[in-house]
């Protein structure tokens, strides 16, 4: 039994457990009220703010709960457009942002408004020269996650938070995925994360908003959550994220290096013992815990239930619709393969040796769910024979390229080029090559020096 | 250490513990996914709005689960409303819905919808008969609370469902103060419940929207609850709300019978130990647990603070509003004194001796705060020897009425007239009578034939 959907929901941590349990009894009173029992709430909540407000790195008066991530963003979005109506009611938001955002976009367009979605790459990276392009005279505000859901690949937020500054544009950063691992860096407007993805219990989002950054809370309020959050605080839940939250980031350093080698193991080993794959997302810039790949020729579906079966819990195509399994928004927008879609995200504290015997029993899944469909035989994986080394190191670009290119039809279809290289660009012009032509780029695989890029021959 | 404030919050039911104890190792994952952590979460939630559906009487697909009861309100005003928009956008409210009803309505007003108001009388009753006038040919939305949060009066919510029924508009009941006792009786549109109002976590509302009523989803939505409620279902919180309900229902006949004994009790003596007390509430349709009375020349603020000290935590004036201490809108809407506002809503288990022991430190507390306010010296508390006693037993009305006014002047200034009447209409006419007379009507307590009606000669 292994669960390998952190990206989804993690289990609760143990902190946020036994912190729930003690609010239970200390923390289920009105903190409006005057009450001792009141004052208690008040107090509870008042230090659940502070430490979550710390480990964001905001005022503590910034920050409110809301009831989910979802609702953060849906009332962070909503609230900054309408801050800045009077500016106009353009919205940017990349092509990859979770589907609440999108979905607050939709709102937003259907009343009017106007929307930019800014592309990725095929490493599902924005690039900050596209924010810079989008803004506009009647932007009101942009949007980017920090880390994508589904294929782990984090963001240059840094960046785009100090073009939309200079443009004057708040930047509304989704932390969901990454808040967890650390604080978010540069110099953002408002942000949005959900306890359920750091360990913490559903039911707990946060949204901030820095001072000064002009907010029209929209729909009913009340006086809760700086009237930015309407209903009764779920207060034992509160307390649970944010102790948690502080709990996680003890040990986060720690564990994103453990978890970062795991990932590491999969996204390299996968594409030699599964043929027909594509790992996404990119190779370095990259939540620890996630990894994802597509294999041709495989039903998502399928493939879940069979990894179910060996004892492996994991996601498919988009996380937001995956009960109906429709191609998932983010990989469309990267441009990637998105059957047979497989994103593995391992929680704080996966074992290794699940990992290992998730890349001994993927194999046979995927070759069993293939031969279940009477998928076309699978170009066979490349014997070691097979396997050609360019020994680029030292060179650089575009010498690895030049190199590929003279070697490529020195191996048969299906077999493999492997590039040594330690020359940081051969990272994008490797797999650019394969593109252009039509060569499958199957990934990086760390090597003693510098870094194996594998190339399969395929026409 | 005596909580008498469960209309704010109920503390948690030992049920609704155990419940999410078990399901935060059981449901903390994502039940929209596929593999088993996933189907387990999806059958807890399952089952929660089965057993949900069951107590409210409705089907499960009716029902949705929300992050709060004021989240249930806001949706499912916004929902009717839409869809019935071609309809017109007119919408009816009592004056005395709770805000988040209330906030809902300003909203609709703001955005260019009209909002009509029905008046209540002095009980906070609404008159069936004021929402059939109401009602026009352009009404989206009728909005009627079960059971008033402030002074626990139950509103004819049957007779005015049935009205609305009659004239082709949905009723919504906002139902979070009565649920726990009882299912909503009548042929409801909507219906909206907050699970911490009967001992249930926080976190956790209820959205009922009957087969047939049309609703259109406001706000971004996604795949979640029907597309009524987004956001990552809170599930541990959601199985322990739907188990409470049950055992709060169990034991819900026998509770409400001994409550409604020891509120009886503080409606009977207050007026007798405490001078210049308005109790304000139907004194027979009402809920079970809650009792609220108005003292005059004191500051309500102050008295909670007094009562804490003394171990009491009961509310004041709105219960919305009450950390800024606002005049109530719901005292307002009645036309009753609103100052030195007590509620005492009690807990399912409180406990007689807390109930006599809040009746023996109040008059001293309410007199410690007057002393200190430099109140004007209120009217001396009637000796026994300034009762008088009018026996109109088995007299109908307008006798009681016509003996109390005869033999009012026969008492001193401050003193009393006890009417001992078996006439119903007594209970609204000797009040009525007061109003018009500028007399005092101090309250009812049980006689041991019919009631006794007191009255205290002001001039």
Redesign the interface.
Known sequence: ?A?F?AA?????HSVA?QA??AS??EG???P???????RRARMLLDAAREAAAEAVGCRADELVFT?????AV?AGI?GALAGRRRVGRHLIVSAVEH??VL??A??HEAAGGSVSQVAVDRAGSVDPAAYAHALREDTALACLQSANHEVGTEQPVAAVAELCRRAGVPLLVDAAQSLGWGPVDGDWSLLTA?A?KWGG???V?LLVVRKGVRFSAQ?????RESGRA????????IVAAAASLRAVRAEAAAEAARLRELTERIRARVPRLVPDVEVVGHPVRRLPGVVTFSCLYVDG?AL??E??REG????SGSS?????LTPSHVLRAMGVLSEGNVRVSLPAGAAEEDVERFLEVLPGTVAAVREKLGAPTAAAVAREEDVLVVDSLGKRCPIPVIELAKVIGDVPVGGLVRVLSDDEAARLDIPAWCEMRNQEYVGEEPADRGTAYVVRRVV
Not at 32 to 38: I, K, N, T, V
């Open positions: 039994m669960y959907d989804s929901a993690a289990p609760l457990r729930l349990l239970l009894d289920w009173a009105d409006a009220r005057l009450y001792r029992e009141g009831s989910s991530g979802t609702r849906h909503a589907s609440s979905h607050s939709d709102v959900s359920h219990p559903s039911g989002g729909g009913p309020v009340d006086e309407p209903g009764f605080e779920n207060l034992p839940a579906e879940l239930h990894l179910d492996f819990s994991v996601s937001c619709t995956s009960s109906t």
